[in-house]
Nanobody
Framework: QLQLVESGGGLVQPGGSLRLSCAAS????????IGWFRQAPGKEREEVSC????????NYADSVKGRFTISRDNAKNTVYLRMNSLKPEDTAIYYC???????????????WGQGTQVTVSS
């Protein structure tokens, strides 16, 4: 049974940093690209970053490029999102999800965990 569990969110001041984790189980982890998504109140869910199955390719939304870094540890079945220079507009619930193949060009499965709340506020 596919399971993704997000953690690491919290309340942080503007300019601060957080590292999110996505722990996976129930599937062959290193076969799939994995993306981080976020959904702010009243807005649609958007993908902010994706990493290929091997970790060799990464994508970022323009809004987070240069501030966020995605990585994965296939030995630990975990994907991370390091978020620096956080802004109030980064406030959202953050989710991870599998893409339907090894590349971020595949669409994602619509299996969503609980997510982890990130709030950027002074």
């Amino acid at each position: 049974q596919l399971q993704l569990v997000e953690s690491g969110g919290g309340l942080v001041q503007p300019g601060g940093s957080l590292r999110l984790s996505c722990a996976a189980s129930g599937f062959t982890f290193d076969y799939y690209a994995i993306g981080w998504f976020r959904q702010a109140p009243g807005k649609e869910r958007e993908e902010v970053s994706c990493i290929s199955s091997s970790g060799g390719r990464t994508n970022y939304a323009d809004s987070v490029k240069g501030r966020f870094t995605i990585s994965r540890d296939n030995a630990k079945n975990t994907v991370y999102l390091r978020m620096n220079s956080l802004k109030p507009e980064d406030t959202a619930i953050y989710y991870c999800a599998l893409h339907r193949g090894s590349s971020c060009s595949y669409p994602q499965f619509e299996d969503w965990g609980q997510g982890t709340q990130v709030t950027v506020s002074s």
